[in-house]
Every structure is written in structure tokens, then in C-alpha cells.
């Protein structure tokens, strides 16, 4: 018998309750919560057949589908680990990661058969490799390299709550992205905290357009939807028009993305004449909603509720529900149920009362067992039996929470902190900026100063002068840029964050050209950061 908390048997539960019930529709195939159980059964039993063990990973390179979904519950009851890793790397990148992951299997779509084939010839011992699907892995397994040692536990048979589920690596904005590992528990507990405040009911239709090799391509309403028999819209892609059509046509009720998602959506010619009515409320993460954003959606009748998490806590943390979001735009909201947050001093480590600013920590069933093989990284984020988040949030006398900006971008001008989220959200405010980031170089005078990026609206010319001006009426001095540079775009992560390390570095396709220094001129001449 499984633990109390395993995933195995939420399609089993689903396929007994509502069996001919659409659990997933794959770019308009649809399939029943009776084929899903089914057919991630048959899978689970031909892994422990062909002699996989308990506990191996199983790496995959894949868009978002419903053969990746079979495999993953197949995983589920098989005491095997899913490892989605991202297409969207170059070979030397997910040789790294397969280097790490040490998957007992490959399984690849057809699409990026490419990239991984020439990441798998970067290793010592690829990996056995094979397709997904009903004529790939599901026809059968290969065998796997390990023969079964005596006393390992075969795959199948009993899965314990604290066995690793999911393991996702870190969006590797910096150097050394880590494996993130999620047990069962741990899925279980993050969704049950975000039924109790996003709730998904039976007759929900959930867009999910989050990629799949992230937590919240799974952990941020697809898990709890086929876990209350909604059904799950799967895109692979981000097409602002298609979107909206998929609303339409699906009559989807809810939906998770990030602000540059709905800011897409919202500058679409066909956004004003869509019909959302279907659309009553949607998740938003990854970074606060600008204030025009927000309002933007709230004057077509959509529900906005604003979160924050990390994928070390399952990825839910806080939420601001939507009855709240107008009132406390900038908010990140308050704890999940069955989530502990604290804040503590950023020096000292010190937990703080009230009112404060610090580091957020995190505790509770959410929170992951550890990275993969790294020991001392994991010790160093669970340290005081809490997680570090490395995010410095502000807590107001009511409890709730705002994110400053990560502590590591936090940069020192003059000896003044300066956070690039507040410069940010300042130059967002000028109607001729669509998207700003902020960044520090050296500086002979001040140590450190900043430098912004901004794309500017089309049919909007607004200059350097201007843009600093506007700063300058609204932030302390020393928080004022040093120099404007206008972009064509900003480089982002997987998830469409903005990639600060990458900021005033090409990115691949677009020309030098595009980046138009304009220097401060005098609005940034400083007297001094007093």
C-alpha cells in the first residue's frame, strides 16, 4: 500500500469517479480520465517489468503534452522520478544537466530529437533513449544500463510520501542551476494549500501555458485540476492571438501566467473585442502586476490573483486574492495555508517582529527535501530549519508582504541600498514605457551606479532627458540612473522573467544595433546620496 499523501492514485480516484470526463485537451485530442489512468498504468507496470528500479530518474525533453502527462503519473505510481528538462537549452547546457540528473532513461519528442542527441554524445555513458507516447515509451521500455542489484526496490509496489517525484532544475539565471527535488509530499501539500485559495472545482477548464519542465508547469493548477477533475487545456507555446482564441473556443474559466503573459495579451489588436466572459479569475506570479496591468484586466471583468513562490517551496508561498489585488496592488499577499513565513535580518539573521524589512523564509510539507547530489548547497537554503529564499521583502503592520527585489541584484550606490524592482516600477509608470530594467556598473565616485533598460511603446518618443526627469521627481537621487538605454526587448528566462544578468548583452537574433545608449546628461549629476 502507497502512502497517504502519493500522487499514483489521484488518476485512479479521477477514472472511478468521472471516467469519460475530458482530462486533458492536446491542441484539440482529447483524453478521458479513463484513458489517463489507464494508460499510465499500463506504463507504470512496463518500467517494473523491464527491471527499472525504484527511485530512477526519467529525463525528458518535451513540449507540453498529454504523453508527457501519462508519464508522469506512470512515474507517480512506479516510485520512479520525473526530470523535465527545457528545450528551450543549447546541447552543451542539457548535457550538463543529464550529466547531473544521471537518468536511468531518456525521452525525447520528435521536435528536439536534435538537441538532445547532441547532448546526450557530450556524456561518458548516454543514457538509453527512446520517444514518448503510445508507439514510443508505451509500447515498451528498453532495458535500463543497471541490472537490479539483489535487494533494491523494483519499481511499482509501494511509494512512500517523503519519495522524490519531480526534480526541476533552477531557471539558471545564474551560473550553476541546481536540481530541485520534490517529493510526493510535497506535491501534495502545495496543492491542497492552493485549492484553499485558488480553488478549482470539476467543471473548470484550466489554460495551462507554463512549460512543463518548470514546477509551476505542474504544481500551479494542472496537479490540482486532474486532481478535482477539471480539464486541462495544454499549449505549448505563448501566442498572445491564439490565446485569446483558446479562451474563446474553450470557454477556459482560469488560467496562471506572468505579467509579461497578460501584458501580451493585453496589447493585442483583438483583446478589447475577445470574449473573456468564460475568464473569471486568473493567477499571476513571477513578479507584481504593474498598476495600469492590472486595471487593465480588471476593466475587462477578469479576477486577478497575485502570488509569489520559488520552485524550493513547491513553488506556492504567498498570494494576494483577488478581492484584494486593487486594494494592494504591489502586494505579494500572505502565506498559503500550510505555509510559515518569516523575516529575518539580512546581516545578523535575526527573525524580525511587525513591521520590517528582510530575507523571506519559508517553512512547511511544501518546502523540497534538498538539491540533487549537493549537500552543502542544500544545507546552506535549509540552514535554521528554514528555506532562504535569497528575496527581500518588506512586511507592513497587517502582515502583508511585498517583494523588494532579490537580495543578490540589491546593489550599493554611495552606500545607499538600491533596489532595482522600485527603479523598475518607476520608469514603468511613464506612458512611453512598456517594459524597464535595471542594472549596476561601476562607478570611480559612487561604487556602484544604475543603468536602465527601457522599450519604449510603440508610437511613443520619449528621450533619456525625459525618462530621467520623471525619476528624478519621484526617487531619491542616488536611486536616479545613470544612463538610459533604449532596446528593442529585454532577455528573459524560460518563464518570461526578466534576466538581469543578461541585461546589455546581445541576445541571439537580435542586432547590436538595437541598443541606443542615451547618457544621463545633467538630470544625473549628483550633489550627493544624503
Given at each position: 500500500m502507497s502512502g497517504l499523501h502519493t500522487l499514483g492514485r489521484w488518476t485512479a480516484d479521477r477514472a472511478l469517479a468521472t471516467p469519460d470526463r475530458t482530462a486533458i485537451d492536446d491542441r484539440g485530442v482529447r483524453l478521458s480520465y479513463r484513458e489517463l489512468d489507464t494508460r499510465a498504468a499500463a506504463l507504470a507496470g512496463a518500467f517494473q517489468d523491464a527491471g527499472y528500479r525504484h527511485g530512477d530518474r526519467i529525463a525528458t525533453v518535451t513540449g507540453n503534452s498529454a504523453d508527457h502527462v501519462v508519464l508522469f503519473f506512470a512515474c507517480a505510481k512506479a516510485g520512479l522520478v520525473l526530470?523535465?528538462?527545457s528545450w528551450r537549452l543549447s546541447a552543451r547546457e542539457l548535457a550538463?544537466?543529464?550529466?547531473?540528473?544521471?537518468?536511468?532513461?531518456?525521452?525525447?519528442?520528435?521536435?528536439?530529437?536534435?538537441?538532445?542527441?547532441?547532448?546526450?554524445?557530450?556524456?561518458?555513458?548516454p543514457p538509453p533513449a527512446a520517444?514518448?507516447?503510445r508507439t514510443g515509451i508505451e509500447a515498451g521500455p528498453p532495458p535500463p544500463l543497471h541490472l537490479l542489484p539483489p535487494g533494491e526496490r523494483p519499481a511499482g509496489g509501494t511509494t512512500d510520501d517523503d519519495d522524490p517525484l519531480l526534480m526541476v532544475f533552477t531557471s539558471g539565471t545564474q551560473a550553476d542551476p541546481k536540481a530541485v527535488v520534490l517529493s510526493h509530499a510535497n506535491c501534495f501539500w502545495t496543492n491542497l494549500s492552493l485549492s484553499r485559495t485558488a480553488e478549482i472545482g470539476s467543471h473548470d477548464v484550466v489554460l495551462a501555458v507554463l512549460p512543463q519542465f518548470?514546477?509551476?508547469?505542474?504544481n500551479i493548477q494542472p496537479l490540482l485540476a486532474w486532481w478535482t477533475g477539471a480539464?486541462?487545456?495544454?499549449e505549448r507555446t505563448f501566442d498572445a492571438g491564439r490565446i485569446l482564441q483558446l479562451i474563446e473556443d474553450r470557454r477556459v474559466t482560469t488560467m496562471m501566467g506572468v505579467p509579461a503573459?497578460?501584458?501580451?495579451?493585453?496589447?493585442h489588436p483583438r483583446f478589447a473585442s475577445a470574449d473573456l466572459s468564460s475568464l473569471g479569475r486568473a493567477v499571476v506570479g513571477g513578479a507584481p502586476m504593474p498598476a495600469p496591468l492590472l486595471r487593465t484586466w480588471h476593466s475587462r471583468g477578469v479576477a486577478?490573483?497575485?502570488?509569489?513562490?520559488?520552485?524550493?517551496?513547491?513553488?506556492?508561498?504567498?498570494?494576494?486574492?483577488?478581492?484584494?489585488?486593487e486594494a494592494r496592488i504591489g502586494m505579494a499577499g500572505k502565506p498559503y495555508p500550510h505555509v510559515d513565513v518569516a523575516v529575518a535580518d539580512p546581516v545578523t539573521g535575526e527573525l524580525q517582529a511587525g513591521p520590517c524589512t528582510g530575507e523571506l523564509l519559508v517553512a512547511g510539507p511544501g518546502v523540497f527535501q534538498g538539491y540533487f547530489r549537493n549537500p552543502e548547497a542544500t544545507a546552506a537554503a535549509l540552514a535554521g530549519g528554514w528555506l532562504h529564499t535569497g528575496d527581500l521583502v518588506e512586511r507592513d503592520a497587517d502582515g502583508y508582504l511585498r517583494v523588494i527585489d532579490r537580495l543578490k541584484d540589491i546593489y550599493i550606490s554611495g552606500g545607499e541600498n538600491v533596489a532595482p524592482a522600485e527603479v523598475e516600477a518607476v520608469l514603468r509608470e511613464h506612458p512611453a514605457v512598456a517594459e524597464a530594467a535595471v542594472t549596476s556598473v561601476p562607478d570611480p565616485q559612487w561604487g556602484e551606479t544604475g543603468i536602465a533598460y527601457v522599450v519604449r511603446r510603440p508610437g511613443t518618443a520619449a528621450d533619456a532627458l525625459e525618462l530621467l526627469e520623471h525619476c528624478s521627481a519621484r526617487l531619491a537621487r542616488f536611486k536616479v540612473p545613470s544612463r538610459i538605454s533604449f532596446v528593442d526587448g529585454l532577455p528573459r528566462t524560460s518563464l518570461h522573467k526578466i534576466a538581469r544578468s543578461?541585461?546589455?548583452?546581445?541576445?541571439?537574433?537580435?542586432?547590436?544595433?538595437?541598443l541606443h545608449d542615451q547618457p544621463a546628461g545633467p538630470v544625473s549629476h549628483r550633489q550627493d546620496n544624503a
Open positions: 526530470v523535465p528538462l550538463a544537466q543529464l550529466q547531473l540528473a544521471d537518468p536511468a532513461l531518456l525521452l525525447v519528442e520528435d521536435e528536439f530529437s536534435s538537441v538532445a542527441a547532441a547532448a546526450a554524445s557530450r556524456l561518458p555513458v520517444p514518448l507516447g518548470h514546477a509551476g508547469g505542474w480539464t486541462v487545456v495544454l503573459n497578460y501584458l501580451m495579451l493585453a496589447s486577478l490573483a497575485q502570488g509569489y513562490g520559488l520552485s524550493e517551496a513547491g513553488p506556492n508561498v504567498l498570494c494576494l486574492p483577488e478581492e484584494e489585488a543578461r541585461l546589455g548583452k546581445p541576445e541571439p537574433g537580435v542586432p547590436a544595433t538595437s
